[in-house]
Nanobody, 125 residues
Framework: QVQLLESGGGLVQAGGSLKLSCAASGRIFSNYAMGWFRRAPGKAREFVSAINWNGLKTYYSDSVKGRFTVSRNNARNTVYLQMNGLKPEDTALYFC??????????????????WGQGTQVTVSA
């Protein structure tokens, strides 16, 4: 069983930055891809970013590309989402998730499960 714990959310002004962290336990973290999702009030869940098991492949949604950076530290069982140039439309509850197949060669949003409980990001205009 995988346990994921997000942290690092908060309230920032537009143009500001936050760095989210997701600490994992219950699996050999370095074997699995990790993803970030978000859900804003009144909107569907959105796939934000992902990183493969060894960090060599990353993916970003068009809405965050160029502003967000996903990374991982396998020695610390942690994945990060550095968010720069935040916009009010980035306001959402951010979740991390782990893939359920080790060493998967391709990143696809439907591959992720084992959701964390989320950390709130609020961006003021």
């Amino acid at each position: 069983q995988v346990q994921l714990l997000e942290s690092g959310g908060g309230l920032v002004q537009a143009g500001g930055s936050l760095k989210l962290s997701c600490a994992a336990s219950g699996r050999i973290f370095s074997n699995y891809a990790m993803g970030w999702f978000r859900r804003a009030p009144g909107k569907a869940r959105e796939f934000v970013s992902a990183i493969n098991w060894n960090g060599l492949k990353t993916y970003y949604s068009d809405s965050v590309k160029g502003r967000f950076t996903v990374s991982r530290n396998n020695a610390r069982n942690t994945v990060y989402l550095q968010m720069n140039g935040l916009k009010p439309e980035d306001t959402a509850l951010y979740f991390c998730a782990m893939d359920w197949v080790p060493y998967r060669p391709a990143i696809r949003e439907e591959n992720f499960d084992s959701w964390g409980q989320g950390t709130q990001v609020t961006v003021s205009a």
